[in-house]
């Protein structure tokens, strides 16, 4: 998800005083970014590594590209993404979007821990600005079965990886960003877990004056990025 994660209310932003627009595809808000159907380029590759490019297509309303790299061992995933200028500085974000099915190892119940002291409030899957501690079914620092929980929500202040449990097998989620979010979602037969910089709408909670939020600017030789190691085992985390 680049040059933005999650959506954009309404499709439309102020940016130093000017507001733009984006394509909405038929959907409420402008979700996921740009590069969700672009086709990345390999750059580099080897046996367990590879780095990709694409372009932030013609209607992002600034000049630059994502780029991405993964390296693989035999329990753990390293991945890297950035948003980068090719000139003028712009806001941006950035993220990953994995589903995962909730009976992996033939698992009939997923638990999901969720180190986080910072929830988002949302109306109509869009932050208010307000942030609360998580409670009752959005609170998840206790490795919880998710069951019947039917989450869409944002995490903040993160004070460890985050883990996704089936039985006895884990994997675990590290997060590098200068302010780490994630996203979870949870429909009856899927979960997702995605690591980002930045809570959805960000853009606009900036705008608003709103703090914490990872709201971040992408100029040239500095990028917006995160990195995430995914790590599996019997043993990985808690719970």
């Given at each position: 998800m680049a040059p933005w994660p999650n959506r954009v209310a309404n499709g439309t932003f102020r940016w130093q005083g000017r507001e733009y627009e984006l394509p909405r595809d038929g959907k409420p808000h402008a979700i996921h970014g740009r590069v969700l159907s672009q086709t990345w380029s390999v750059v580099v590759s080897g046996p367990a590594s590879c780095e990709m490019v694409a372009p932030l297509d013609a209607a992002w309303p600034w000049k630059g590209h994502a780029w991405q790299r993964f390296e693989l061992s035999s329990a753990a995933l390293h991945m890297e993404l950035e948003v980068r200028s090719d000139g003028e500085p712009f806001p941006a974000g950035c993220g990953w979007h994995p589903w995962f099915r909730r009976d992996v190892a033939g698992a009939e119940e997923v638990r999901l821990l969720v180190p986080a002291t910072r929830r988002y409030v949302l109306d109509d899957q869009i932050p208010t600005g307000e942030q609360v501690?998580?409670?009752g079914e959005s609170d998840l620092r206790?490795?919880?079965?998710?069951?019947?929980r039917r989450l869409d929500d944002c995490y903040a202040?993160?004070?460890g990886p985050v883990v996704i449990g089936w039985d006895d097998f884990r994997l675990a989620?590290?997060?590098?960003a200068t302010e780490p979010h994630v996203m979870v979602y949870a429909p009856r037969d899927a979960i997702c877990v995605e690591p980002q910089t930045c809570a959805p709408d960000a853009f606009n909670l900036a705008d608003r004056g709103?703090?914490?939020t990872g709201m971040a600017v992408a100029?040239?030789?500095?990028?917006?990025?995160?990195?995430a190691w995914w790590s599996w085992g019997s043993d990985t985390g808690d719970g």
């Open positions: 501690e998580p409670a206790h490795c919880p079965l998710l069951g019947d202040s993160l004070e989620v590290a997060i590098e709103v703090r914490g100029a040239p030789g500095s990028p917006v990025r995160i990195a």
